[in-house]
Each structure stands twice: as C-alpha cells, then as structure tokens.
T-cell receptor
Framework: KAGVTQTPRYLIKTRGQQVTLSCSPI?????VSWYQQTPGQGLQFLFE???????NKGNFPGRFSGRQFSNSRSEMNVSTLELGDSALYLC???????????FGPGTRLLVL | QQQVKQSPQSLIVQKGGISIINCAYENTAFDYFPWYQQFPGKGPALLIAIRPDVSEKKEGRFTISFNKSAKQFSLHIMDSQPGDSATYFCAASFTGNQFYFGTGTSLTVIP
C-alpha cells in the first residue's frame, strides 16, 4: 500500500507570495492533519480534516488555511508569506479515530 | 500550554547502552500514546504506541513504560545502536482530537 505523499518536496518563495501544498493520504484514510516543523519548536499542529470537514485547529493565524476533497486528498494554503513561515510542513493521515497517524516526507518551504 | 513535555532535549549514549526518553502529560483524557522516530530529511515514523490500560509494551529493543497515576510515559531503547541515532517524539491524543507532540529528543549513539 502506498504511503502518504506530499508535493512538492521543496519550494522557494518570496515574502508576500502565497503557496499551496498538497497531500495524498494512504488509501482508505479519512483523516488528514497538517503540522509545521521548525528547529527547536518540534511539531506544531495546524489543523485536521476528517471527511472534508475541519475537525481540529491549532493556534496559527488565518493566513494558514486548508481543505480536503472528497477523495481525502488535502491541500494547505499559506497566504502573504513571512520569513518565519520557512519550515518543513508535514502531512499525516489515519483511517479514523483511535488509529495511528502515518506521516508523509514533508514539503520544505523556504521563504526569502 | 505544552500538553506533552518531553525530556531530555538531547541524549548521547554509547553503543550497547540503554537510551531513556521521558514524557509527561496533563490531560487525563488522553488514551493513545505513540512514539515517533525521525531521521534527517524524512517524516516521523511510528515506532511503538501504548494505550493506558497496560503499563508496558515491548517491541524488539523498544519498550514503552506507562505510569497512569504519575501521568508519565517513557521510551527505553535497549542495546542502542548507531542506526538508532535520530530524533524521537512522544505524542498523546484522545478520540476525535488532535495529536499533541513533545518537543523531541535528539539521540546520538556513539560507536
């Protein structure tokens, strides 16, 4: 069974631009969560989508948004990029509640 | 507020030694406690997980010890190997809710 895939793997943007990241979960998984990982900060939870609905949301500004499609694929959008948005963005999927999460390889975003 | 506190931040162990990483949590509603291993350039991968109805779970050289009354759980890596050098994250969640992660422990196993 294919794992979680994320595209693109690397991205360079400039301040003020916007970016869209994509995540394809493992087949049959209905939940997709997004995390931001920076050195020293660990994994910061952004949001979780379950069956196309945002179920949980972390403490990030409204510039960070996401959505989930009927095939469970998810996208995350960051508008008006700031230098501090440079990070590894990880997507994780799980079949449902009380199931473990499986992470993708991440998208490394560099904002110049 | 940090829901899951992890220590130490970094750990250096000799090959063959025991690596111990500790985590503490506050929310007694948590009912699932996984540990993840992350190598540079990769996403975290599930290592081992435990639910609060058991006090210990062992998988190969990896053991989770769980103390419900103290709200603590720990990862023990027996016979540590250089290939175990990675960053380890503990996490906690409960049904319908997000996962809360510790800040990570960078483990270095010296040959």
């Amino acid at each position: 069974k294919a794992g979680v895939t994320q595209t693109p793997r690397y991205l360079i943007k400039t301040r003020g631009q916007q970016v869209t990241l994509s995540c394809s979960p493992i087949s049959g998984h209905r939940s997709v969560s997004w995390y931001q990982q920076t050195p020293g900060q660990g994994l910061q939870f952004l949001f979780e989508y379950f069956s196309e609905t945002q179920r949980n949301k972390g403490n990030f500004p409204g510039r960070f948004s996401g959505r989930q499609f009927s095939n469970s694929r998810s996208e995350m959008n960051v508008s008006t990029l700031e230098l501090g948005d440079s990070a590894l963005y990880l997507c994780a999927s799980r079949r449902g509640d009380q199931e473990t999460q499986y992470f993708g390889p991440g998208t490394r975003l560099l904002v110049l | 507020q940090q829901q899951v506190k992890q220590s130490p931040q970094s750990l250096i162990v000799q090959k063959g030694g025991i690596s111990i990483i500790n985590c503490a949590y506050e929310n007694t509603a948590f009912d699932y406690f996984p540990w993840y291993q992350q190598f540079p350039g990769k996403g975290p991968a599930l290592l081992i997980a435990i639910r609060p109805d058991v006090s210990e779970k062992k998988e190969g050289r990896f053991t989770i010890s769980f103390n419900k009354s103290a709200k603590q759980f720990s990862l023990h890596i027996m016979d540590s190997q250089p290939g175990d050098s990675a960053t380890y994250f503990c996490a906690a969640s409960f049904t319908g809710n997000q996962f809360y992660f510790g800040t990570g422990t960078s483990l270095t196993v010296i040959p």
